[in-house]
Structure formats: C-alpha cells, structure tokens
C-alpha cells in the first residue's frame, strides 16, 4: 500500500532538515509522497521537488499560512498553489517580516518578565535564513540551558497562553483561504484537534474551507472520529501528516510518523483547479 505525509517542515522555515535530506528520509521509510508545508514561505520548495525527481519521490507543493481570529492561532495548509507566481512571493515576504517583528517583541518580554537576553542576531544564527519563530526561540532557551526541550519552552515561555506570548498581527483565516484559492491552491484547516474549540471549526467552513487535517499525531481518536463525521457531513476534503519539525525516533527523523494512504492524495488531486 502507497502512504504520504502531508505535513513536513524544513530549515526553510522552522525545521531542522534541509528539504533534501527530507525527501532523502522520506524516500528511505518507503513513503510514496510528502509535502512540504513550511510557514509562511516555499522557499524549500524548489529543492525538494528536484531531490524528489532525482530518487523518485512526489512532493506536493505546500505551504502553511498562520492566520489568528478570537484569540486563536489558526493554521491553514495550501496545497498545490502556483508558488511561483511573483505576487504571491510578495504576499508571503510581508508576513515574514511580520514574523521577525513578532520576535522581537517576544524577546522583550523574555527580558522585562523573565530577565532573559536574547537578541535578534543570536536568534537569525539559529534560523539561517528563514523567518523567526517561536520554534526558533525555544531551540535558543534550549542552547541557553534555560529549558531542556521544546515542549517546556512553550509550556513556560512562549506558548499561546504565555506570559512572553504575542499574537501575530497577521491574516484572517478567511483572508488565508483566499490567499490560498487565489493562486490556485486547497486550503486546509491544520490540526483543528489543538484549537480546542469546534465552534471555530464550524466557523471556519463556512468561510469556504475546502477540507480539515483529520489525521494528525495529537488528535485523539475521538477527535478523529468527530473530525471525520465533519468533513462527511460538509462534503471536505481529509488529510493527514506528521506535522515533522526536529522529532526523531531511535535517530530516525518522525517522518511519517502519521501517514496517510495515497488515496487521499488522489482525492485531492481531483480537487485541483487546473
């Protein structure tokens, strides 16, 4: 049986795996297809596509778009988007520097709380040359001894409901799904098992969510199974991914740690607009 993640980050943006030595791995746990959903650019996208051609892997062009409502985070997956159209690289540059705003400001309230120095040159030397995040940051806490692991540094310092939280002055979730759709992509609404709140679920498809990320490592079984009861009931497209950033496993990157079968991939192919 054919298997794809869906769900994949690099060093593009918070990853810690160039997008070659993804698709190297992928390609080694015998996955079909992968795609490369990193945040707020496709910067990786060029190299994995010509890595994946090279061994013979598919990569489905992917992107991850933050995007914030009512005091939540939300997360839309693209997929398929005609990335190399000019605007659309314009679109994503301004919410990168967006990103590198939000950064600092997190850094100042590391300081003014918690009297802990960063600095932007510091946290650029961890990030290369993506846009900072908050991932970027706890690897900092971390390489500080401050936390031992991502996990604490968001369940302390920088997670949404944090003391050195700040929100993204970003997009709307329905200005992300026309972002999306603009370009000829799929908009997904990523890992609705961790907004914790379906009635911004139900929101979210009404502003025209083509499908939902059903298959995910933190959604419980229940969760799924409402999930898929969801996406019969509007008609949505299902996928699935590991979410993979720098979890490893017995020194084996976690790609593919949720995989999805490949038919779900089909179906989304048939969901293309060109």
């Known amino acids: 049986m054919k298997y794809a993640d869906l769900h994949i980050h690099t060093t593009a943006s918070d990853g810690i795996l160039d997008p070659r030595e993804v698709v190297a791995w992928a390609k080694k746990i015998s ?161 609705p098992g961790l907004i914790g709140n379906m009635d911004i679920v139900e929101q979210i498809i009404q502003m025209g969510i083509e499908g939902i990320e059903v298959f995910y490592p933190q959604h419980t079984a229940h969760q799924v199974g409402t999930l898929i009861d969801i996406c019969h009931r509007n008609q949505l497209l299902m996928t699935g991914g590991s979410d993979f950033h720098d979890e490893f496993i017995n020194n084996i990157p976690a790609i593919g740690k949720q995989k999805l079968p490949y038919t779900y991939v089909e179906f989304l192919k048939k969901s293309r607009k060109s």
Do not use: W
Request: a negative charge.
């Open 31 to 191: 996955l079909t297809a992968i795609s490369i959903t990193d945040h707020d650019t496709t910067c990786g996208l060029n190299d994995a596509i010509d890595e994946g051609d090279r061994i013979g892997l598919e990569i489905i062009p992917g992107i991850e778009l933050g995007t914030y409502a009512n005091d939540y985070e939300i997360h839309i997956l693209g997929y398929f988007i005609d990335y190399n159209q000019p605007q659309f690289q314009k679109e994503l540059e301004l919410l990168r520097v967006e990103r590198n705003s939000r950064a600092q400001k997190m850094i100042l309230k590391l300081k003014d709380i918690y009297g802990i120095n960063l600095d932007m040159d510091y946290l650029k030397s961890i990030a290369g040359n993506a846009a900072i995040s908050r991932p970027h940051i706890g690897r900092a806490l971390i390489e500080l001894g401050i936390v031992t692991d991502l996990h604490e540094a968001f369940d302390i310092y920088i997670g949404n409901k944090c003391p050195a939280y700040v929100p993204r002055s970003t997009l709307s979730p329905k200005e992300g799904i026309e972002l999306i759709e603009e370009y000829g992509g799929i908009p997904i609404l990523a890992h």
